[in-house]
C-alpha cells in the first residue's frame, strides 16, 4: 500500500506566497510521475503541474511563471513553490503518485487527501 500525504496549506494574501509538499511512503517498488492538482468549490479538479522521475515538468498555463514544482526522489516528496497569488488558485490542492507498490506489484495512482489553499484578502 502507498500512502500519500500533503501539507502546508493555508491562508495567504493576493499577490503573496505559499508552499505545499507532498510526501509518498509505504511499500513502494518504484515512482514515475508526481504531480499536484486542485479542485475550486463547484468545479473539476485540474492539474496544475507533474513532475518525472527525470524532473521533466509540465505546468498548466494558468499557473505558468508563477508555480514551481520540484521533487526529491530520495524522499519521494515533491514540492509546490506558488507565488503572486490570486483569489482565482483558492482550492483543495490534491497530490498525486504514480507508483507501483510491492503489495501491488503494477502501476496504480495514489492520491493524497487535499490541502486547502485560501487566498484572500
Known amino acids: 500500500q502507498v500512502q500519500v500525504v500533503e501539507s502546508g496549506g493555508g491562508l495567504v494574501q493576493p499577490g503573496g506566497s505559499l508552499s505545499v509538499s507532498c510526501v509518498a511512503s509505504?511499500?513502494?517498488?518504484?515512482?514515475?510521475?508526481m504531480g499536484w492538482y486542485r479542485q475550486a468549490a463547484g468545479k473539476q479538479r485540474e492539474v496544475v503541474a507533474i513532475?518525472?522521475?527525470?524532473?521533466?515538468?509540465k505546468v498548466a498555463d494558468t499557473v505558468k511563471g508563477r508555480f514551481t514544482i520540484s521533487r526529491d526522489n530520495a524522499k519521494n516528496t515533491i514540492y509546490l513553490q506558488m507565488s503572486s497569488l490570486k483569489p482565482e488558485d483558492t482550492a483543495v490542492y490534491y497530490c498525486n503518485v504514480a507508483a507501483i507498490a510491492t503489495t501491488l506489484p503494477r502501476w496504480q495512482t495514489y492520491w493524497g487527501q487535499g490541502t486547502q489553499v485560501t487566498v484572500s484578502s
Open positions: 509505504g511499500h513502494i517498488l518504484s515512482i514515475n510521475d
Open positions: 513532475i518525472g522521475k527525470d524532473g521533466n515538468t
